[in-house]
């Protein structure tokens, strides 16, 4: 089997079990890499290769890396060839990195320096609902419903719905969009000249006006969402809610956010202090 037949085979896979695009592109490029490092045909591939592209090109990535490339190589080998490459090999124990969040005078900054009122209320829309870059692009106008200031993401990570609020701030600027987007005949909320947006577009976006705004921090759509969640926490929301509103499946997932929230532990009182 050619590499090219193996590849296409496994995109099929993927959309028959219904996987994320997310899913599908760093399948495919984890399949792709191994492809490229041993020159062998898929039904040749052994644990011994898997084990070589670990130790000269993989081994200095993150373990949240290393496990989703582990997985890929797992899912095409074991739905193709009825073989899995990755038998034996111990996977590394996930990290438990604190992400970045940025202030809210950082996300004033960030926000301001941002080119163009389309770009400053998809990027102040993410840090409002704390969405994930792939639910904003994927936002219909459809999925806003004003009269009643709420939205719906669909499907989202886990293939699961939920409800989010929109903001004052933002209602007015969302409707025009809204407006604009079906005197287009558009579908989704936002869009490019090219059509769909990408998640990298929003990423560019954030870059370039994290430089712009000399934020020192590294800034991704991404810290955004984290930014929503420890802000939320600050101002005394319970922890559930802000898990129903990340859509996270688990509590444990949120409680993250109570280990970088600066403020509240700066509340904290020494007992010294009641001496």
Known sequence: MIPKE?????????????????????????NKELLNFTKKPPESMNIDDVKSILAEKISNQSSSSIIVFLSALRFAYSNILNKDITVGIKRPKKEKKIPAVLTKEEIKRLINALPNKKSR?????????????????????NDLKFEEAIGYVRQAKGKKDRIFNIPNFLLKSLKKQAAKQQGLDKEYLFTGPKGRLT???IQKIVRLATKKA???????PHTLR????THLLENGVDI????????????????????????QLKSVKSPIDDL
Do not use: P, W
């Open 121 to 141: 209320l998809m990027v102040s829309f993410i840090y409002a609902c704390g969405f994930r870059v792939s639910e904003l692009i994927n936002l219909k106008v």
């Open 240 to 263: 559930r809610k802000i898990q129903e509103l990340l859509g996270h499946s688990s509590i444990s997932t949120t409680e993250l956010y109570t280990h970088i929230s600066k403020e």
């Open 226 to 229: 984290h930014s929503f969640a």
């Open 214 to 220: 000399e934020i020192e921090k590294q800034a991704h």
């Open 6 to 30: 193996f590849l296409d085979k496994i995109i099929v896979e993927l959309k028959i079990s219904k996987s994320s695009d997310y899913t599908i592109r760093n399948y495919l490029r984890a």
């Open 199 to 201: 998640d990298r577009n």
